[in-house]
Each structure stands twice: as structure tokens, then as C-alpha cells.
């Protein structure tokens, strides 16, 4: 990393005016070509102000004076100096933005495309950068936060977060604009609004529209919903991405693909789809062995399917592993169960058929 951070060094404020200029132009990434056109002078004329610049404020080198530009609040995202023509990306009155956007997904390794082309995101950590503002999209986070959240409790020794967004803002850009869909303020970083689409920001769309679909008593409905949603997991949860967010969020998302599971194939029950629930039961409860209420609906659509011993043999299986590996029976709930296959109670497993 050839930047160092800029804490203890000189202000902007022993700029002059023109040099001020030149370092915000350099600290949104133009380079001495744009910078000399913006601010209507020669080229050369760029190089000589940026030299002057690194010695004054005692910089190693043009990317120490773009973290610089970031550290001082001199730079804000998306609104430097550029003279382009106006981008056809248009905005509207809430702010969204019309026109091509960039697609961010996590539910899988993490990978960002716009116009179906993948955008090349950098090494892992500047990609857990990425990954935290695509999780938490419509809020701002602090460089506090992407530190605790990427770092942890080893911080870089060098301000690196804001090296990492610059790179990213580059690469991010709304469709044919200058600007970035990553935006800056003084309280930190966030995606702008309406620019992205961002993959779990979808499945949470998804889950809202299978509970309304459930309350209206439209099962099929809520059944698609529920493949819809799982159709966007792709894989390892943000793969080999470093950091105590990334490894939070892989806990939590894999939860909430299970829950969605569960609720499809609470479905596919009520409808009678046995066989195919069976299936992908047996699937679930190899991959998440101590998942009582899987193994409960596995023993019920077996039942179901005329297969009481295999849904007592399941029953038998989950107690053994919940005894050899956390030390406790089983669970009220898979007792429960267990009793009810047992007695033949059919109104008790809720196996009445859900008319289509």
C-alpha cells in the first residue's frame, strides 16, 4: 500500500486557491487531462500544482493525496469538479435514479454486474467494504463501522477505507455518468438510492409478498414466492470474505434461507406434494442434522406417504445426534411429533390438504 494515513499532517487550508482546487479535483479521481480542462488550464500547469500540493502537505505520492482529499472532507463523491456533458441517467424527485443500475449479490460470493457485465471489485478486503454498504443499503455507515465491521480488532495500520472506496467508486459508476453509486457525507459511506439492486435487498421483497400471500389463503402463490426467493441463494454465502460482518452475516442469511425452506416446503405439504418435499427434506436435514423443526416436517411427510417407520427412524436419528453432540434430548416439539405418528393423529400433524 503506497499511502500512509494523513492524521497529524497539514491542512487543505495551506493551499492556495488554485492548488485547493486541483486537490479536490484529484481527490475525485480526475486525472491532469480532466483537471486541466475543468479548471482551464494547461496540463503541465496540473503537474506543477500537484507537486507542490505533495510537498506542502507533506504526501508521498497521488493516492496519499486523494485518502488526503477524503480524510479533510474536502472531496465528496459524485459532486467534484468534472465539466462532462449532462448524464442521460436522470434522477427524479425522491431522489432514485432512471437508466442502467449496478446489481450487487451476496447470497452467494459476492459479485456486482451492470448491463450483465461483471465488475471487477478488487482484493477481499476492499470487497467486505463493498459487502458491508450492501447490506446495510439506505444507511449510512461510518468509517468506524466498515473498520469494526472488515477489521475487527485488527484495524489496518494505514487509512485504507478511504483508498478502498475511491477504487470502488471507480468502478461502480450509474451507467454512462461520471458519477459512482457509492456517495460520501461526513458521516460516511451508502449506496445511492435507486442505483443498485442489490440481491437480499429482492429476497426481503420476496418474504413480505409470501406473508401477504399466506394471509390471503393463496398457497400456490406463496409456494412460487418461496422458489423465487431461494432461487436467488447461489452458493457460499459471501465467499472467503474476511471480517466479523461477513462471518455475522453468513450465520444470519443462512437462517433466513432455512426459514424460507421451511415455509416452502410447509407448503408443498399442505398441497399435498409429498414426493418432492420429501426430497429436498432429506437434503436439508443431512445439510442441518440438529434442525429439529426439519426433521419434524420430514417425519410428517413421510408419514404422510405411508412411510411411518422411515419417519420414526428419523426420529430415532435426530435423538442420537442431539444426544452425542449437544448433550440434550429432544425438543417438546419432535416429542410431540414422535407421539403423534405413533397414535396415527393426522388432524394433529396438519396434514390436511390445502385445496389448490
Request: charged fraction near 25%; include cysteine.
Amino acid at each position: 500500500m503506497p499511502t500512509t494515513a494523513t492524521t497529524g499532517r497539514p491542512t487543505a487550508t495551506v493551499l492556495r486557491h488554485q492548488e485547493h482546487k486541483v486537490l479536490s479535483a484529484v481527490g475525485c479521481g480526475l486525472r491532469d487531462d480532466e483537471i486541466a480542462a475543468a479548471l482551464a488550464i494547461p496540463e503541465g500547469a496540473v503537474a506543477g500544482h500537484l507537486a507542490r500540493i505533495l510537498v506542502k502537505l507533506g504526501l508521498r505520492d497521488r493516492a496519499a493525496a486523494i485518502v488526503h482529499a477524503f480524510d479533510c472532507g474536502l472531496v465528496v463523491p459524485g459532486r467534484g469538479p468534472r465539466t462532462q456533458a449532462v448524464s442521460p441517467v436522470l434522477r427524479t424527485a425522491a431522489g432514485r435514479t432512471a437508466g442502467p443500475k449496478v446489481q450487487i449479490s451476496v447470497l452467494g460470493p459476492l459479485q456486482a454486474r451492470q448491463d450483465g457485465r461483471p465488475l471487477i471489485l478488487g482484493h477481499l478486503r476492499q470487497q467486505a467494504v463493498l459487502a458491508a454498504l450492501a447490506l446495510r443499503a439506505g444507511r449510512t455507515l461510518s468509517q468506524q463501522e466498515l473498520l469494526d465491521g472488515v477489521w475487527g480488532m485488527e484495524p489496518p495500520v494505514a487509512n485504507v477505507v478511504p483508498v478502498y472506496i475511491y477504487r470502488l467508486r471507480k468502478t461502480l459508476r450509474i451507467g454512462d455518468s461520471p458519477d459512482s453509486v457509492i456517495e460520501h457525507d461526513r458521516r460516511g459511506y451508502r449506496l445511492v438510492s435507486g442505483a443498485v439492486d442489490v440481491d437480499v435487498a429482492r429476497m426481503e421483497e420476496l418474504v413480505t409478498d409470501i406473508g401477504t400471500a399466506d394471509r390471503a389463503g393463496e398457497p400456490t402463490e406463496a409456494l412460487r414466492l418461496c422458489s423465487q426467493a431461494l432461487d436467488l441463494f447461489r452458493g457460499e454465502l459471501l465467499a472467503g470474505l474476511p471480517g466479523p460482518l461477513a462471518e455475522l452475516e453468513r450465520l444470519r442469511l443462512t437462517e433466513r434461507r432455512i426459514a424460507i425452506m421451511q415455509r416452502k416446503l410447509e407448503w408443498q405439504l399442505r398441497l399435498g406434494q409429498y414426493s418432492e418435499a420429501i426430497a429436498e427434506l432429506f437434503a436439508l436435514s443431512a445439510a442441518h442434522p440438529l434442525n429439529e423443526p426439519v426433521a419434524a416436517m420430514l417425519m410428517r411427510a413421510l408419514y404422510r406417504s405411508g412411510r411411518q417407520a422411515d419417519a420414526l427412524t428419523v426420529f430415532d436419528r435426530a435423538r442420537r445426534r442431539l444426544a452425542d453432540d449437544l448433550g440434550v434430548p429432544p425438543s417438546r416439539m419432535l416429542r410431540r411429533t414422535h407421539q403423534m405418528i405413533l397414535r396415527g393423529d393426522e388432524a394433529g400433524l396438519g396434514l390436511t390438504r390445502t385445496g389448490q
